[in-house]
């Protein structure tokens, strides 16, 4: 069985990641969509002038807002899903969440940077990527990584 995590906020690339995961997994029956958005952690000199009471509800209506578009798109394409959300560290609390769900997969939507640019950000994807155990595959050939290859291997084809 499949269950998937999709961290979603209002972002072009969480949409983007969820549209993904919905195309790649949506053919197994058995495929459970879970979606999940990250509150920050307050700090606490805020929390003090605060009731725990308003921060929680504060927190969730901000989790419901950005999860929205996400459960919009579910519903409209007919997938069975369940939305929670978390606070804290987003590469941690998304870990936490995903082992606790017992999910098998995280599909995440990312901005193209650099490594370097990665590291001063703070980027969640840098952050997943440093606490998860991440298994490679084997080394693309220069060809491989342009697309080259499959084009290669299609205009070596005698016509038909």
């Not at 936490?96 to 995280?106: K, P, S, T």
Request: glycine residues 4%; positive net charge.
């Amino acid at each position: 069985m499949n269950k998937i995590l999709v961290p979603v906020d209002e972002s072009s690339n969480s949409m983007m990641a969820l549209t993904h995961a919905v195309n790649t997994y949506d053919r197994d029956p058995q495929a459970q969509f879970h979606i999940c958005n990250v509150q920050p952690t307050l700090y606490t000199h805020i929390r003090k002038f605060l009731k725990k009471k308003t921060i929680v509800e504060w927190q969730a209506e901000r989790a419901k807002m950005a999860a929205q578009a996400a459960a919009d798109y579910l519903e409209k394409a007919g997938v069975n899903f369940s939305f929670t959300y978390v606070i804290g560290d987003k590469g941690e609390a998304l870990r936490d969440e995903a082992h606790r769900l017992a999910c098998n997969r995280i599909v995440i939507g990312t901005a193209k940077k650099n490594t370097l640019s990665r590291l001063f950000e703070n980027s969640t994807t840098a952050k997943l990527l440093e606490i998860s155990e991440v298994i490679t595959g084997k080394f693309l050939t220069t060809l491989e990584r342009c697309g080259a290859s499959q084009q290669l291997a299609l205009a070596q084809q005698p016509p038909s």
